[in-house]
């Protein structure tokens, strides 16, 4: 079976200092894979590195991304093949209108895959539609680009972005942060809505609570620049329950 | 004594000028006799010329040109239905004119005079002294006018110096709003000396629509002399689009109560362009309001000026006055000096001004990248929404495509 993406001992640093220590993750279509680790694991790095931030440096290691060199690829061009990332502190763009923006966007990618541009007509439906999805407000889909949105309306908003551009894999970098219950609820919602079985997710989360909502396939502990423990999805239940001090300590006594 | 008139480049300067056949006020040219005489062209050591070399003015090449154009040229036309007076050269041009005097509650007439007094400054005083034409508008009280009056100014020929006076009155309860717009056909190394003198009385409301737009290697110098009585209302959006040298002075007294003023200016520069935006609104009067929000966007080497002042008299109490400057610098060697000014002799007023110089908001463009935004569709994107909060704010839509389509032409940014 092919995987959506395949990412081989990557190692990777941010002035010098060595934040990803040889990660390994296969993603294939029609999986929803959690990551879940303590701070400092390098979890946002992670999500960085894949969606192409240049302030990062590769040391080691490939990213193969649907049988193209991932580490090759613009950061827009990796958008354009496919790949979404959900920003864990989504910016604030004034002025940059919310679907001025995404008609652009989903130009640009319908152009890098040698499509049609969209029609006015059809994008205006388009834009009805996936924003119903994510319960968000269809003013705030003509507003500028999360400025003035609360914290739940902007995690909202990645959401609804990730609907408007129908990635292949989505990154959800801490999507839940910040999140009361009843967006939490719908986030998730519009993210299992989303899934289909050609496509892919990796949620990185810092707490169990996401993934009662986002049921991932699998469940992997990112400590210290590297995936130390992979399992079920009862494997993040077993994380709330103990912490992450036992798989420290799971990992010093294999010393 | 000719020898002596000969000392200094101004001299040399007005030598090659023509004296005004125009008809203006005896004092005011005998003012600007007296202030041109001896005179040298200011330098960056005046406070008020700081930042802007009048170098290339001073030597200038200057020639008299006779009339080419035969017809307003297609980029010139800005609103359908304007009522269109051109001049070529800074001279009056009659046949290609709309007649004005067929719109029901407008005089023209062909002189100059004001009721201001003279004011120092040598680009002032040289327009008075060497006006190459004049002409008054009076817009009659309780007149609304439906489309808007355009000043069509053109360049042409090499080294044309062209200084119209512009006086407009708007008389009582009247509404009218005025386009102001540069241009050139087969023109270089001209100077455009321009003086506007508008006295908005009571209740009226005026607004005035500039926009700076000439391609190649021309200098304006604009002086706006506005007087605001009780109750009036006035704006003045000032557009720079294009041109090698640029000086606005945009002046507001505020003589009346419960009067209201608008600045708005946009800015975009790339290559060698200079533009200079100086504004003042004098707060003669309490119970009035200001706003002023002017906008830049600067590439390649050129460099921009912004020195807003706004003056709060002893006795002008209750003023609300807002000013704000922004800076976008696309490229290293881009320069903005930015000046925001305030002097209170008042104590219970509320004002504030502020300026702020960046680069484009490096997270947002990558964030746009993320979305499948090339870097350049993510950057015009960012300088778009940056220049757009001006226009939009802009009340006349055929002025607002204008600007909007002459951008897209020179950048191709879309709006």
């Known amino acids: 079976m092919k995987t959506l993406i395949n990412i081989k001992d990557l190692h990777a640093s941010i002035n010098g200092k060595e934040i990803l220590k040889g990660l390994n993750l296969e993603v294939k279509p029609g999986e929803i894979h959690a990551i879940m680790g303590p701070n ?4 946002s790095t992670l999500a960085s590195v894949l969606a192409g931030r240049e302030e990062y440096e590769i040391t080691e290691g490939s990213v193969d991304f649907d049988g193209k060199d991932l580490l090759e690829l613009s950061t827009e061009d990796r958008a354009r093949e496919g790949l979404f990332l959900a920003f864990q502190y989504p910016v604030e763009i004034p002025g940059v209108s919310n679907v001025n923006f995404l008609r652009t966007a989903l130009n640009e990618i319908r152009e890098y895959n040698g499509q049609e541009q969209i029609s006015a007509k059809d994008f205006m439906a388009l834009v009805r539609e996936k924003s119903a999805l994510v319960e968000l407000d269809s003013k705030l889909a003509s507003r500028s680009v999360n400025e003035g949105f609360s914290g739940g309306e902007k995690k ?4 609804f972005q990730m609907a408007m551009l129908q990635p292949k894999l989505a990154i959800l970098d801490e999507t839940d942060s910040g999140l009361d219950i009843d967006a939490l609820r719908i986030v998730a919602n519009g993210v299992n809505k989303l899934k289909t079985p050609e496509n892919g997710a990796i949620v990185i989360t810092h707490y169990q609570r996401l993934l009662d909502y986002i049921v991932p396939d699998f469940v992997h502990v990112l400590y210290d620049g590297k995936i130390v423990k992979s399992g079920p999805k009862e494997l993040a239940l077993e994380l709330e329950e103990k912490g992450y001090d036992w798989i420290k300590e799971e ?3 294999a010393h | 004594m000719s020898q002596t008139l000969m000392n200094t480049k101004l001299d040399q300067f007005r030598s090659k000028l023509t004296p005004s056949k125009v008809k203006i006020d005896q004092t005011l040219l005998d003012h600007a006799d007296a202030y041109l005489s001896g005179r040298e062209f200011p330098t960056t050591r005046d406070e008020f010329w700081k930042y802007t070399r009048l170098t290339k003015i001073s030597n200038l090449e200057i020639n008299v040109n006779d009339s080419i154009i035969q017809s307003i040229p297609e980029e010139a036309i800005i609103h359908p239905n304007a009522q269109k007076i051109v001049f070529e050269n800074g001279v009056f041009r009659k046949d290609l004119s709309d007649d004005i005097l067929q719109v029901q509650g407008v005089q023209f007439s062909e002189k100059g005079s004001s009721s201001f007094t003279f004011q120092e400054d040598v680009f002032y005083a040289l327009n008075c002294k060497y006006s190459t034409d004049a002409i008054t508008i009076d817009i009659e ?9 355009h000043l069509i100014l053109i360049s042409s020929g090499d080294g044309s110096v062209s200084m119209p006076r512009i006086v407009i009155n708007a008389a009582k309860f009247s509404e009218s709003e005025f386009i102001v717009s540069t241009h050139n056909v087969n023109s270089q ?5 321009v003086v506007i003198e508008a006295d908005v009385q009571e209740n009226a409301k005026l607004t005035i629509n500039k926009i700076q737009n000439e391609k190649s290697s021309n200098f304006s110098v604009f002086n706006e002399r506005v007087d605001q009585a009780l109750n009036s209302c006035f704006t003045i959006n000032t557009l720079t689009l294009n041109g090698s040298w640029i000086r606005n002075n945009v002046r507001v007294n505020v003589n009346g109560q419960n009067a209201e003023t608008h600045l708005l200016g946009a800015y975009v520069t790339n290559e060698n362009q200079h533009v200079d935006n100086h504004t003042l609104i004098d707060h003669l009067a309490p119970n009035c309001q200001s706003n002023e929000l002017y906008k830049g966007v600067l590439d390649g080497k050129s460099t921009g000026v912004f020195n807003g002042k706004v003056f709060v008299r002893k006795d002008a109490q209750k003023i609300n006055a807002f000013q704000s400057n922004g800076n976008v610098l696309l490229s290293d060697d881009a320069t903005i000096n930015s000046k925001p000014e305030l002097e209170i002799y008042a104590d219970d007023v509320k004002c504030s001004h502020g300026s702020t110089t960046g680069q484009l908001d490096e997270d947002a463009v990558y ?7 090339s870097e350049k569709s993510a950057r015009h994107l960012l300088v ?3 220049i757009g909060d001006v226009l939009e704010k802009i009340e006349d839509e055929h002025v607002v495509k204008y600007a909007e389509n002459a951008l897209s032409m020179r950048y191709g940014w879309s709006f």
Do not use: Q, V
């Open chain 1, 40 to 43: 400092g694991a390098g979890k």
């Open chain 2, 384 to 386: 778009t929404a940056f």
């Open chain 1, 251 to 253: 990992l010093e006594k």
């Open chain 2, 189 to 193: 190394n001209c100077l455009s000396n």
């Open chain 1, 156 to 159: 909202r908003n990645e959401i």
């Open chain 2, 141 to 149: 009280s309780k007149t609304i006018l439906k489309d808007p009056i």
């Open chain 2, 367 to 373: 964030y746009l990248r993320t979305r499948g935004l």
